[in-house]
Every structure is written in structure tokens, then in C-alpha cells.
């Protein structure tokens, strides 16, 4: 019976949407106008949500900075950016009807983040530290050693063949894709979760001109996106079972479904193999813990597997209500420690400043960078903007396990 259950497989899928895919279009939206005010005043606190429906998106949340932009602008160009060109292709970036419903907040004492402490600039950087809480909230981070970047690798899998769709239709290889796609990847996996074994199945449906065939759009994605980017992840598709358009997909976009900010937190993180806070990302500035302290709870699995301590690593991150540090840091090794746990959790505990403040300085979330994080994943890019991807803190955790 040990033995049989030593030989047992496990599959895992995971899948991902390119930046037409409506919900994405909302997410690129909202991301975009917090980096417009980024850009303006990095101290902004926005909170934005978007939907769209065929010709109309709606805009509306509550922004504080030191002036208002213009927020249709902003929808119009971010549409205008992801490729939708007019109404038939998906959504009409100067065409389209905008509702602006963002509204300007005045926050009370410093929207309570700094208790009953009004001048700010009076408190040294260590006493803003310690004063400073943005909200409450559970925030989850993983990694493990599937991929170079350590990421598991169905997700990581199918966001780089979306992005690699994407790129085929920007630079004008394919020129006839249109933005709104889909991928899936299924891996098998020994019985632990370690060493994924091959890829079994994978999936992309993309958007494309009416007057292409079936056939023209099948074969052009498998040599041009498929291949290359399974290739580049040094897997084969031997005995996989690959289907590309299942059928013709022309209608997408906002005009085919109706988006909606926040509804791809699976897609924008690991995929269904870790655990979830439950929080969205996109059109949250960083003094929300439900973007930075994830940021921050990535940026602790990934140094704790680049070090060897763990081949795999979920971080639970908990905050209280206006509290600056964590409440409660967990740290789950799966079994793959290479030491115990609790040394691990000690170690982490002494090698990383997790009040909210703290990470973002030391990440460096105030700059106007999230519009191009919307899409393809948060987690496990190589961009140096992607600060909570760095491993700067091997050396520390193991000196102190």
C-alpha cells in the first residue's frame, strides 16, 4: 500500500486570460487611473472600480490627492493601450460611453492610519513605522521550485502563453488576433507536489478577424506561441492534449461579457495551488495591505525558497484594525523543509520588517508601476519594477535559522 501510494500522480491546472479579457480590461482600468495619480502624488490613496458592458464603462471609487484628474482620459487611453481599436473589435476606445463616478475623500486624521496623530511629519521614519496601519485583512504569498522563478508551473505556463499572445498580435506577427484570449495548462505532479513530471494538457482560445479560417488561426498559434513559449519552458508536448479554438471566437471584449475589477485574484496570483487572502489587487494603492502586504508575503515564500530552506512555502500575513505590525505571521513548508519549521519561522520573524509602512518603503510601492501588473500575474516576472520578486534576504534567513 506505501509503495502504490509512493507511485500516485496528481494533475494540476491552472489558467490565465490575456488583457482583453473584460474582467482584465477592468483591471487595467482601475490600475491605471491609480498610477495617473501615483504619478501626480505618490502619498495618493485611490480606490477604484470598474465595469463595462458592451459600448459603456463605469468608473467609480474614492481618490484623495491633490487634485483631480481626468478620469475619462485616462479609461480611453488605458482601453486604447490593450488594442481594442473600435466597437467591432471589442470596445471603442474614443467611442465608448464613460461614467465617472470617482469621487474625492477627506480623510479623518489621516484616514485613522495614524491613530489620533495629526502631524505627521513630526514622527521620525521608525515612529511611522510603528503608527502607521492601513486596514485589517489576511494576505497569502508562495513559492515553491517548479520554475526558475519560482512559480508553480501551470500558472506560470499559461500566463506566459498569454502574454506571448499578446505579443504575437502587438509586434504584428499574427497580426490578426484580437485582444480577448484565454489559456490552460495542466501539469502532472508526483504524489507530493514536487518535480512536476510533464505537461498534459493545455488550452488557448484567442480572439481573432472574421476573415481568417479556423485552421489559419490553429496553425499560426501553435507555431508561433504554443511551441515556442513550451519549448522556452524546457517542456515537450509529447502525448499532451493541446486544443487551440475550439471554435471561432471573433465577438470578445466587453462586448461579449461584461467585466468586472477584482474577479481574477486566481489568475493574478498562483493559480489554485496556494492559498488566497481573498483581497484584489488591482485599483488599490500600496497603503492597502491587501496589495502591498501580499507584495510582501511573495517577496518572504520566494527568499525562503531561493535559500534552500523549503522547496515549497505558503506565508499568511494577518493584520488588525489600524495596527502596524502583523498580528499573526504562519509559515507552511509543506513537509519540504530542510530544517524545522519553527527555525524557518524564527527566522523570518527576525530577517523582515512587515509593518505595513515598513514594506512599503522597502519595496518601493509608491511608484506609478501597476497598470502593467494587471495582467499576466503579479508574481514571477522578470522586471525590475517587480521589487517583491527580488531574493535580497537569503543571506540573513540563513544566518539566523
Same mark, same amino acid.
Given at each position: 500500500m506505501e509503495q502504490q501510494r509512493a507511485e500516485e500522480?496528481?494533475?494540476?491546472?491552472?489558467?490565465?486570460?490575456?488583457?482583453?479579457?473584460?474582467?482584465k480590461v477592468c483591471d487595467i482600468i482601475s490600475d491605471a487611473v491609480l498610477d495617473a495619480y501615483l504619478a501626480l502624488d505618490p502619498d495618493s490613496r485611490v480606490a477604484v472600480e470598474t465595469s463595462a458592458k458592451d459600448g459603456l464603462v463605469v468608473v467609480e471609487g474614492e481618490v484623495s490627492a491633490p487634485r483631480f484628474l481626468d478620469h475619462i482620459k485616462i479609461v480611453r487611453d488605458a482601453i486604447a493601450s490593450i488594442g481594442f481599436t473600435d466597437a467591432y473589435s471589442g470596445l471603442d476606445p474614443q467611442g465608448c460611453g464613460i461614467i465617472n463616478n470617482i469621487r474625492p475623500r477627506e480623510f479623518d486624521s489621516n484616514s485613522g492610519v495614524f491613530g489620533d496623530i495629526n502631524d505627521v511629519s513630526a514622527l521620525s521614519k521608525e515612529q511611522q513605522?510603528?503608527?502607521?496601519?492601513?486596514?485589517?485583512?489576511?494576505?497569502?504569498?508562495?513559492?515553491?521550485?517548479?520554475?526558475?522563478?519560482l512559480m508553480p508551473l501551470p500558472i506560470y505556463a499559461a500566463n506566459?502563453?498569454?502574454?506571448?499572445?499578446? /505579443?504575437? !498580435?502587438?509586434?504584428? %506577427?499574427?497580426?490578426? #488576433?484580437? +485582444?480577448?484570449?484565454?489559456? $490552460?495548462?495542466?501539469?502532472?505532479y508526483q504524489s507530493d507536489l514536487l518535480d512536476p513530471v510533464r505537461i498534459t494538457h493545455v488550452l488557448i482560445s484567442t480572439q481573432h478577424d472574421a476573415d481568417i479560417t479556423l485552421? /489559419?488561426? !490553429?496553425?499560426?498559434? %501553435?507555431?508561433?506561441? #504554443?511551441? +515556442?513559449?513550451?519549448?522556452? $519552458?524546457?517542456?515537450?508536448?509529447?502525448?499532451?492534449?493541446?486544443?487551440?479554438?475550439r471554435s471561432r471566437f471573433v465577438n470578445g471584449g466587453p462586448r461579449a461579457d461584461a467585466g468586472l475589477t477584482g474577479r481574477k485574484i486566481i489568475v493574478d496570483t498562483y493559480g489554485g495551488i496556494a492559498a488566497h487572502g481573498g483581497?484584489?489587487?488591482s485599483g488599490k494603492d500600496p497603503h492597502k495591505p491587501d496589495r502591498s502586504a501580499a507584495y510582501a508575503a511573495r517577496w518572504v515564500a520566494k527568499n525562503i525558497v531561493a535559500a534552500g530552506l523549503a522547496r515549497r512555502a505558503q506565508v499568511q500575513i494577518g493584520y488588525f484594525h489600524r495596527t502596524a505590525r502583523p498580528i499573526s505571521i504562519d509559515i507552511e513548508t509543506f513537509g519540504t523543509q530542510q530544517v524545522e519549521r519553527a527555525a524557518i519561522q524564527h527566522a523570518v520573524?527576525?530577517?523582515?520588517?512587515?509593518?505595513?509602512?515598513?514594506?512599503m518603503d522597502r519595496l518601493n510601492l509608491f511608484r506609478p508601476i501597476y497598470q502593467k501588473t494587471a495582467a499576466y500575474g503579479h508574481f514571477g516576472r522578470n522586471d525590475p519594477d517587480f521589487t517583491w520578486e527580488q531574493t535580497d534576504v537569503i543571506d540573513e534567513l540563513l544566518a539566523k535559522v
Open positions: 500522480h496528481r494533475f494540476l491546472t491552472s489558467e490565465a486570460v490575456t488583457e482583453g479579457h473584460p474582467d513605522y510603528e503608527a502607521f496601519g492601513g486596514d485589517q485583512g489576511l494576505m497569502v504569498g508562495y513559492a515553491c521550485d517548479d520554475t526558475p522563478q506566459r502563453l498569454a502574454e506571448s499572445l499578446a /505579443e504575437a !498580435r502587438k509586434s504584428g %506577427r499574427l497580426p490578426f #488576433l484580437r +485582444p480577448d484570449g484565454k489559456t $490552460l495548462v495542466s501539469v502532472e485552421d /489559419e488561426v !490553429r496553425n499560426a498559434v %501553435r507555431e508561433q506561441v #504554443l511551441l +515556442p513559449t513550451i519549448d522556452a $519552458l524546457g517542456y515537450s508536448l509529447e502525448d499532451a492534449q493541446v486544443v487551440i479554438n483581497g484584489a489587487f520573524e527576525q530577517s523582515f520588517d512587515l509593518r505595513q509602512l515598513a514594506i
